[in-house]
């Protein structure tokens, strides 16, 4: 082929890649033109996730009839004219290239009126080709609607996901612009439901609570910091709310939304300590800086910028979150927002249920201990202590199917078991342990640095990882259940409504099937919140909304449309490993028992769903040649 010009209308699709790459990319532009009209009022329509169609409604200054051409003309904007004004922008757009890339992807009418006009006037643009101006009647402002996105792309279409997640994407999309704009009234709509109304006047918290929920509104902590011409003010979240991920890290720079690796950093540094790893912080911060300071011309959507002075931005940051930890009370916090959060009452209910537990099984223990101590005559009424108790404690524990099983070296110190060690995630292997000694599995076991358990076996000596051990048993004995379609949900008594942020809120409803597999119910309840209403039996000791939450965290992690296959393998893991007892929980040695009784369920394969393996095994062959003995 010679080299020839490509036509504007190839030109602008090949642009409309970098800007409009789903729904969502959409109604950012919109809305941001909306913004940079001076809207007081913006409201956000879509349908399909914005698939269908996508309708933004400002009342700003609106577009002269006769510049509604060049509104969709590329390389067009009323925002900046010379080079250096791209260093004085105080607009969210200025490359003048939205509309015409929208334009060229979707079927777009934009209908207008200013002040001045006498009446409205609406033009159509079709896969790049304008119709003509016709005069119509419209409030001052203007009214741009979007239908059927890439229809004229087909390939971009079939990358997109089902129209929930696209939703999901449309509104982060609308959160990160109408966050920080509070001098504006903002809705959303999907599929002619309300989603949210972001009213004037309530402030900036109020907009994160209604963004993002009321709980983790009340666990905000505010924070300010001026130096020379930067100021940073917003929230940050007490240590007691964090996510997996740093998708809650919410910077804005005069107004735009931006990501900025090395401001993430001065967040985790500040955190650091106050999170568990793997923990990410949770916040909302505005920066404002003469415009001159940054350069936000670096990246085809300005999601990232550039400062001229991005070491001292980042110290400002860090110094202003760690002075207000060091004077705030976070322990104090951490006891009141446990009766204020759900979350955490949960969590505190269960640990009291777990010390309850194992004051029952300490001082069943001791009986067993007063019995063994007796001598093996006494064996008898040791175990009948032990099988009445047994029952007491059967929710939560494993009890041996027979006392004699126990040797000495198991018996040590049970005063000691801390009671904040969690021992009650083995409860879930409890039920299906009723076949007990069937598995006969040696039940001479140490646990040594309270993570591996060292058995003696035939062959001869095994070192089990505690951890993986349990998660491999649970992920097997989920497989079985959810492939046989019998996971038993627990229906909890009042259903739980839990605030969700919209992605998460979309992800949820998208996969209520498979949840339901999984023995998870969720419902909609209205705006970001699901309500639980039931969770899988065999899970009874991990708070109910911990799961989900899990799980939710896990789906958002895929990148692309997953097999449902995968995923509900992948779930299967998450859950297991959320569920199974830890690396450093010290064990009672009815737990040890439980968990060696169950060991054949994995028998033949020695390795945990990451991969690791669960034993590793010392032949007395191996032990001889090492000690020279042969
Ligand atoms: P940019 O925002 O980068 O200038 P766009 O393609 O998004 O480029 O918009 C082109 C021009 O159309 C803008 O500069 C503005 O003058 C006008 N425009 C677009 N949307 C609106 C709106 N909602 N209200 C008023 N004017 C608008
Ligand atoms: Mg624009």
Redesign the pocket.
Known sequence: MPIHRLSQGLVNKIAAGEVVGRPASVVK?LM???V??GATRIDVSVSQGGLDSIRVV?N????AADELPL?VASH????ISEADDLFRVDTL????????SIAAVGRMTLS?RTPEGQSGAEIECVGGELSEIVPCGAPVG?I?EVRDLFYNTPVRRKFLRTSATEFGHVSEAFTRIALPATQVHFSLRHNDKPVLDLPVGGGWLERIALCFGRELAENLIWVESVEDDVSLSGYAAHPSHSRSHNRMQYFFLNGRYIRDRALQHALGEAYRGLLTVGRQPIAFITMRMPPELVDVNVHPTKLEVRFLDSGRLYSQLLAMLRAKFLTTDLHARIQSCGEASSDDAAAAHDAAHTDQLRQQLVDWAKGKVASWDQGPGARDQGSEVGGQRSEDISRGLTAPGEAGAFSPLQLRPLDRVSPADNAAPLSSTAGQAGSATQAGSSARALQVHDRYLVTESEEGVTIIDQHALHERILYEQLKQRVSAGAVETQNLLVPEPVDLSPTEAAAALENRDLLAQLGVRVESFGGDTVLLSGYPAMLANIPPVEVLRAVLERILAEVKQPDRRDLLDDLLHTIACKAAIKAGDRLAPEEIAALLEQRHLVEGSHHCPHGRPTALVFTREELDKRFKRV
């Open positions: 532009e941001e033109n909306a940079d009209a400002d700003g200054g609106g577009i509104a067009a904007t009323s925002k757009g200025f490359r003048g290239e939205a509309l015409a207008s203007t741009v």
